[in-house]
């Protein structure tokens, strides 16, 4: 008999596909051009009939959208633009209706300059309690005019901004997005309570942002990189915060995903332990270049790091701060750099989007859980944003150097023939659309067989069917040199061509599902992938 897969289970997580929703970009229900939670109240069905057991939301709460939602400046209250508590609360029950848990994002490391705490803080001048809640410091230099430390912040440019009575204060990303002070117990005390809040509401699991980053080293000591020891990435004191958050989430059953890119496998696993957070992003997947061996590794490696703590492995190949797949995959390097990120670095869509229906076939049969970054079910390539438009932060900060993530981050076509696309009932959608994107509209793709939202439907509906997949244990074939194959329980193989010449495919396997044609011979070509049940 077939086995349950377990995202029926409470052990959902363990193999769930979730969908990253960008509210800003995903559905607009009111007709300002800004995507909202009315929006994607409308279009649960279309999720549903993707067959996703989860939607991660991007922030949603109030926000300057500074940097997109993640400078937050009330937990407790959703941006009118999005909408309003009461409709997330409907928004959640909805799609529990459907089969569709929630997933919210958390930004521990900081707040929006806005934040009450960081505008008390201002207020209250040097030396106040109010100031404690964040990293207040003198400057250095005869009359304080030089940033108290040498750090570079995580986009391009200083991690310290001056204000009026003197002091500096930290911020790792923007100025807008002050870093809070983890070692002040009012700061752990707010964000249970932040937690605790979501979780009543009933959201199945929280996505924790930059989750190495948000403890200090007690004195913000100057570094050298390589040389010293970071002074804010991995510090041991996060473990006992992810502790007891573990705690708090237990008492709902919710459940977490750490954003922690971390080289080091061992402390990577680190915050998988039992009794810490349920999963983290495997991002060295979504970085590796399309090659059969550094797959492998990657892959090998991954299992590898899990497997000690006993947590499932996480799958993902884009989201919202990342060129879109279908773009990276068409480049001759498909290393994932932010350098080559570059618009004009040459790029072939008709090979990115070969590669992207293999890698989905790829990503989806593998052990664990897998998300999926909204419009990555229909094959969006980046959208190339006019300077005028650009919105993202990075760009600004990086003197123009980085195009930013805007790219990846365009609303979504739904209907091929309808005013933008189908985003919203009218208005200029906050980042222009391609003219070329009715292509990719749901309504056209839904026509289509070949579509890769038809690939993506029937893949995860098969993903769910079929015993097999989703967490469990998979097995290396012997495979041609370029060609990825590999068994899971019941019978399921991937086999995953690479190399530029077509490979044999097993004999005497059933053909479930492949990412485009069998050549005439049965074998199959470059750059394609198929799942077969032996
Ligand atoms: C988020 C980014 C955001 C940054 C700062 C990240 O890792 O995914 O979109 O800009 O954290 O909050």
């Known amino acids: 008999m077939a086995a349950v897969p377990s995202s029926r289970t409470a052990d959902w997580w363990r193999d769930a596909a979730i969908y990253q ?30 067959g996703v057991d989860a939607v991660w939301f991007t922030p949603w709460y109030l926000s300057p959208l500074v940097d997109g939602g993640y400078d937050v400046a009330d937990y407790r209250t959703i941006d009118p633009a999005f909408g309003t508590l009461e409709e997330a609360e409907k928004l959640i029950s909805e799609a529990a209706d459907l089969g569709i848990r929630v997933i919210i994002d958390i930004v521990p490391n900081h707040v929006s300059d806005q934040h009450a705490w960081f505008q008390a803080a201002l207020a209250a001048g040097p030396g106040s309690p109010e100031r404690e809640l964040f990293h207040f410091r003198p400057g250095r230099g005869e009359h304080g005019e030089l940033p108290p430390n040498d750090w570079p912040s995580q986009f391009a440019g200083t991690t310290w901004t001056r204000v009026p009575d003197g002091e500096w204060y930290l911020h790792l990303f923007t100025p807008e997005q002050p870093d809070l002070n983890w070692a002040h117990p009012a700061v752990r005390r707010e964000h249970e309570d932040v937690l605790r809040f979501w979780f009543e509401r009933g959201v199945a699991g929280v996505r924790i942002d930059s989750a190495a980053l948000p403890a200090k080293h007690p004195q913000l000591p100057d570094f050298v990189e390589g040389v010293d020891p970071h002074p804010y990435i991995d ?17 709902y059953g919710g459940v977490f995903v750490g954003e922690v890119w971390l080289p080091d496998a061992e402390r990577f696993a680190r915050y998988l332990r039992p009794d810490e957070l349920h999963t983290a992003f495997n991002f060295n997947f979504l970085a ?76 989806l049969a593998l052990p664990g859980s897998v998300y999926l970054y909204q419009g990555e079910e229909l094959g969006l390539p980046e959208a190339e944003i006019p300077l005028t438009r650009i919105q993202d932060p990075m760009h600004f900060r990086s003197g123009g150097i980085d195009p930013g993530r805007d790219g990846c981050r365009v609303p979504l076509p739904w209907t091929a023939d309808a005013p933008a696309y189908g ?8 980042l222009p659309q391609p003219d070329d994107w009715a292509r990719y509209a749901v309504d056209r793709q839904s026509a289509r067989p070949d579509s890769m939202l038809s690939l993506y439907r029937t893949a995860l509906r098969l993903r769910r069917s079929v015993a097999g997949f989703g967490d469990g244990p998979m097995s290396w074939l012997p495979a041609a040199d370029g060609v990825l194959a590999f068994t899971r329980p019941h019978g399921l193989i991937c086999v995953v061509n690479l190399a530029d010449r077509p490979a044999e495919l097993p004999a005497h396997g059933q053909l479930l599902l492949s990412s485009g044609p069998l050549d005439a011979d049965g074998r199959l070509p470059s750059d394609t992938a198929v799942w077969l049940r032996a």
Do not use: M
Request: glycine share 10%; charged share 25%; proline share 7%.
């Open 21 to 50: 929703v960008y509210p800003r970009s995903f559905a607009d229900g009111d007709g300002d051009g800004t995507g909202d939670l009315a929006g994607v109240r409308t279009r649960l069905p279309y999720l549903a009939e993707l």
């Open 235 to 251: 510090q041991d004191e996060l473990h006992d915060i992810y502790r007891s958050w573990r705690a708090l989430a237990d008492e």
């Open 288 to 363: 590796c270049p399309w090659d059969a061996g550094r797959l492998r590794r990657t892959i090998d490696d991954t299992l590898a790091e899990h497997a000690p703590v006993g947590a499932p492995a996480t799958w993902v190949l884009c989201n919202h701060d990342v060129t879109r797949t279908v773009t990276r995959y068409g480049r001759a390097d498909t290393a994932f750099d932010f350098a080559t990120k570059a618009f004009g670095t040459p790029t072939d869509p008709a090979l990115g989007t070969r590669r992207a229906r293999a890698a989905a076939l790829l990503t």
């Open 423 to 430: 985003f919203g009932p009218a208005g200029e959608p906050w």
